[in-house]
């Protein structure tokens, strides 16, 4: 089951920045989900934040912001980062035959590369490593590009996904 989802995170000014220079990926909305276009983050004065507020209606209208993005006296307009996860649920995932996965013994042990060979009379998850030996491991997830960067480490999913976002 794949996911797409949208995770609201306190408003940080070096996220925001990050977002604004590319580097990560995520908005930049008020707490009623309108967009904001961050244009100054020193502006002398009271509030150093500088931002263009898109009404839903295509205009930006100017606004000033404190540097915890909160609004100096309307709280609905305080400034949050709004970030898209990766996230798959693969807390039910059952390989199919044959299936290129990631499988590792337990917690503390690296992911490795293996193709899914079926499940045992007693229902173990048998998986064959390039060593060409059928193993059996409790702890797999599909091959793909969501999982690709676990391969050879200990993170767990949830994690590394979390380091993504």
Known sequence: MRKNLTKIIPFDLKK?????NGEMKGRITDSQ???IRIVA???????PILALVDYFDGKETPQL??????HPSDRGKDLRIVVRTRYKDYSDFTPSLFQSCLARE???????????LGK???GS???LMSDNEEYEFPEFLPLSKDT??????????????NELI
Request: hydrophobic share 35%; net charge positive.
């Open 106 to 116: 337990g917690q503390s042990d690296i992911w490795k590369v293996c193709v899914f």
């Open 41 to 47: 983050t020193d502006v002398v004065g009271g509030q």
């Open 65 to 70: 912001y404190n540097i915890d993005g909160t």
């Open 148 to 161: 690709y960067g676990l391969i050879d480490s200990t993170a767990s999913y949830k994690d590394y996904i």
């Open 16 to 20: 925001a920045k990050r977002i604004m």
């Open 125 to 127: 998850m048998m998986f």
């Open 33 to 35: 989900g309108r967009k």
């Open 120 to 122: 045992t009379t007693y």
